[in-house]
C-alpha cells in the first residue's frame, strides 16, 4: 500500500514536472528537466506495478489458505482418546486423515501413522466391539492363547466395557445412546497394534475417512510373511 501511494506521488510529481517543462520553451536546453521527469514517471509506475503484483499474489495466498484449510477440515474429526497413545484416557484429541498419514494432536503432542502401516480403520459401537471381543476371547481359548498378542479387541472391550458400567451408573434413568469408537490398527514391529477414539457426533464423517482410508490401504501391496 505505501509503495502504491509513493508510486503515484512520483508519477504525479513527473507529469507535473514535464509539462512545466515542456511549457518553458524558452529554456535554453529541456533535455536534462525532461529526463528527471521521465525517471520520475518510470520510477513511479514501477511502484505501482510492483505494489499491484504483491497485492495479487497476497489474495492468491490467502484463497490457497482459505482452501487448504477447508480441505484440511474436511478430513478433521474429533474424538477422545481411548487407548493406544501415551495420553490420558478420554483425552481431546484431533484426527486427520489424507492419501499419506493419520495425523492426532492431543495434549501438545502430534502423532503421525503412515498409511503404508495401516492394516485396518472402522468405525464400531460399543455393542460390537463387545460382540469382536467375546468372540476373539473364544478364538484364543481354543488355541490355547497362542497369538493373543495379534488380537485387539479382547482388551479394548474390557477397557470399553468399564467405561460403558461406569455411564450407565451415571446416566441411571436417562435414555442410552450407544457410543461410537474409531479404532486404527497398525503394523509395529511386525505386531498388530492399535488406536482408539470415542467419537463426537461427526459419525458419518468418521465412517466416510475410515472407508476412504481403507481405500488407499487396499492399493498398497500385501505383506509378505514368511511362516
Known sequence: MVKRIVGIILLVFGMLMGMS?????????PAPEFMIAAAFILLGVFLIWRSTKAQRE????????????????????????????????????????DEQEIAIVGGGNEFNLSVKKITDAMVKTETEIQKLAAEQTQYVSSL????????????LGAMIGGRAKKKNVQQRGEVKKEDHFLIVTYDKDDEIASVTFELDAALKKAQALAKKCMQS???????????
Open 58 to 97: 497476497k489474495n492468491k495466498q490467502k484463497k490457497f489458505d482459505a482452501t487448504a484449510q477447508k480441505v484440511q477440515k474436511s478430513r478433521t474429526i474429533q474424538g477422545m482418546h481411548i487407548s493406544g497413545l501415551p495420553l490420558a484416557q478420554g483425552a481431546p484429541c484431533s484426527i486427520t486423515f
Open 217 to 227: 490401504v487396499s492399493n498398497k501391496p500385501a505383506k509378505k510373511i514368511e511362516l
Open 144 to 155: 490355547g492363547g497362542a497369538i493373543a498378542g495379534g488380537l485387539v479387541f479382547g482388551p
Open 21 to 29: 517543462t515542456a511549457a518553458s520553451l524558452d529554456n535554453a536546453d
